[in-house]
């Protein structure tokens, strides 16, 4: 088989620094909130205005790098995000988390469904589960390498410490990110000169034209509940984990990393397979094995048992997220592709913030364990939803 095209291995190393970047601080970030002297309401709302934020601005920036170009997404994403680790590291108060969230949430708002647009180019067009697999290793070495350093640094440092350092890697990433540019190796898809997208169609028509396809449909319920069920695990479970299982915050961190490493293992099989047998089976194990990882979640209280679920919802992840996107790349039009991005980054917004205010809720009145049995039972819907549609 040929080779994927220099750019796009360039492409992966970057987004891999990026994605690292942006999960060191995932496995303490709810601890570290909760220690400001937070309500589990109030935490279940922190984590989900960033969510919200995305939500409401992601496809009004999607029509405007239409419109100029996308030569702006990447230096405010990691300034952006630099900065925000910064201002974590200083609050007092957690009504200061609110704007901080926000202005996090701004700053990163375009940043994955461009680097998937880009993908898309990228991409020779029957080799695309392989191209969407091996680009989201990216995503899977990040869910793997940030939660594995964040373990080093807590056996160190506390929560601020690791905030100020954390805020220095997406810097490194923007010194490479010029470099790049420097040696012309993305400037002809990320640079102000870069020819722009001319429509006959309103912005407007083409998102209509893209929900109206039946895959779409299905995609997005299967997504939604997917992003709700996971925020209501990275809102409480790291807590649950410390407080009530007593596990240190580094050991927790490191079974983070297992989560991570078989999702990254597991990304580029997953893409290849679903080029030969079709999206539909991938995607039907993928919510399967999710099913049972909610309901073990509820079960399990040992560190080993933990990691051995850990892996299984590393593997059940990188299944999932091969297989949506690259049935997403296979029944929308090659016009339409970097809208249909934006629409499903919204699609997984909308989840993520519905499922982490939810969980802040929910938590008030049920034991943790409970609510995992729920986040079980509704994941498990996508199983018919998926049976019960025509995909490939």
């Not at 994927?4 to 492409?11: D, I, K, N, P, T």
């Not at 935490?43 to 919200?52: A, E």
């Not at 290793?137 to 990040?142: A, D, E, M, P």
Request: charged residues 10%.
């Amino acid at each position: 088989m040929a080779r994927f095209s220099r750019e796009f291995y360039l492409l992966t190393a970057f987004a891999t620094i990026i994605y690292i970047s942006g999960t060191i601080t995932s496995p303490f970030f709810s601890l570290y909130v909760s220690e400001k002297e937070t309500s589990s309401f109030e935490l279940g709302l922190i984590i989900s205005i960033m969510s919200y934020t995305t939500l409401l601005i992601r496809m009004p920036l999607g029509m405007l790098s239409s419109k100029i170009g996308n030569w702006w997404v990447v230096p405010i994403a990691l300034l952006g995000q630099s900065f925000s680790y910064i201002l974590y590291s200083q609050v007092t108060n957690p009504i200061h988390f609110y704007p901080i969230r926000i202005f996090h949430a701004i700053s990163i708002a375009s940043l994955h469904p461009t680097l998937m647009s880009l993908v898309s180019v990228f991409s020779p067009k029957n080799r695309k589960g392989e191209a969407v697999g091996t680009f989201l290793t990216s995503v899977g070495l990040g869910t793997m390498g940030g939660p594995f350093l964040c373990s080093f640094l807590l056996s160190y440092f506390d929560y601020e410490t690791i905030l100020k350092l954390s805020s220095i890697l997406p810097l490194i990433a923007f010194i490479i990110y010029i470099g790049l540019l420097k040696i012309n190796a993305l400037n002809k898809h990320l640079s102000r000169s870069k020819k722009r997208e001319v429509f006959i169609d309103s912005s407007w028509n083409r998102i209509k034209r893209i929900i109206t396809i039946r895959q779409v449909q299905m995609l997005t319920y299967v997504r939604f509940t997917f992003a709700f069920t996971a925020a209501i695990i990275a809102t409480l479970y790291s807590v649950y984990a410390v407080n009530t299982l007593k596990i240190l915050p580094a050991v927790y961190a490191l079974l983070v990393t297992l989560r991570g490493l078989a999702n990254t293992i597991t990304r580029v099989p997953a893409g290849r397979i679903s080029d030969m047998i079709g999206r539909k089976k991938p995607l039907l194990i993928s919510f399967s094995l999710l099913t049972l990882v909610f309901l073990l979640f509820s079960m399990v209280g040992g560190p080993i048992t933990i990691g051995l679920v850990m892996i299984l919802y590393g593997i059940a992840h990188g299944i999932r997220a091969v297989s949506e996107w690259s049935l997403l790349a296979d029944v929308v039009t090659t016009d339409d592709q970097s809208l249909a991005n934006f629409y499903f980054a919204c699609v997984f917004d909308l989840g993520s913030a519905f499922g982490a205010t939810f969980a802040g809720v929910i938590a008030m009145i049920l034991p943790t364990p409970i609510i995992y049995i729920f986040a079980a039972f509704l994941v498990s819907s996508s199983i018919i939803v998926i049976a019960f549609n025509k995909v490939h």
